[in-house]
């Protein structure tokens, strides 16, 4: 199974909740409490993210974070990054010094090209993409769009 770290995870989260807000400003203890996710948690992934310039920070009273830039404009890929560093799916495709077998491996080359493939899928999705829940659902399925065509043709 390819999972990504759950701070990575964690990072999506924060980071497509202040995309929902863009207006607002806030801070740690509140987005937590709005994510239902660990203060502490919350507190090292924004640092994380302030760092790779994916948010802004504004100290003092009425401080907190908000997204440095558009929430289109901020890719799923980045967050992950800001967080766990280069994609890599096998620890040799990012660290390859930490391999005895990179000299001799057969399927070492071809982590690079997965490693592509995958970096190219999130860099795909932005933060924008991830506040709508119908982004992604599947051609056909019930999880679409509510069609409002017959209740206004009612009114």
Not at 12 to 32: C, D
Not at 141 to 149: E, I, K, R
Request: a negative charge.
């Amino acid at each position: 199974m390819i999972i990504l770290s759950k701070l990575a995870d964690y990072g999506v989260i924060v980071a497509t909740h202040l995309a929902t807000h863009p207006e607002r400003q806030a801070n740690a203890a509140v987005i937590a409490a709005e994510t239902r996710l660990p203060a502490a948690t919350v507190a090292k992934v924004l640092k994380a993210l302030a760092h790779a310039g994916l948010v802004l920070a504004t100290r003092g009273a009425t401080g907190g974070y908000r997204l440095a830039r558009q929430a289109t404009a901020i890719s799923v890929a980045e967050v992950v990054a800001a967080i766990d560093g280069d994609i890599g799916l096998t620890q040799c495709s990012v660290h390859a010094e930490d391999c005895d077998r990179t000299n001799y491996c057969p399927t070492r080359p071809h982590w690079a090209a997965i490693n592509r493939a995958v970096s190219t899928a999130l860099e795909a999705i932005s933060l924008d993409d991830m506040i709508s829940p119908f982004t992604f659902a599947p051609l056909g399925s019930s999880a679409t769009a509510p069609d409002h065509s017959i209740a206004e043709t009612a009114r």
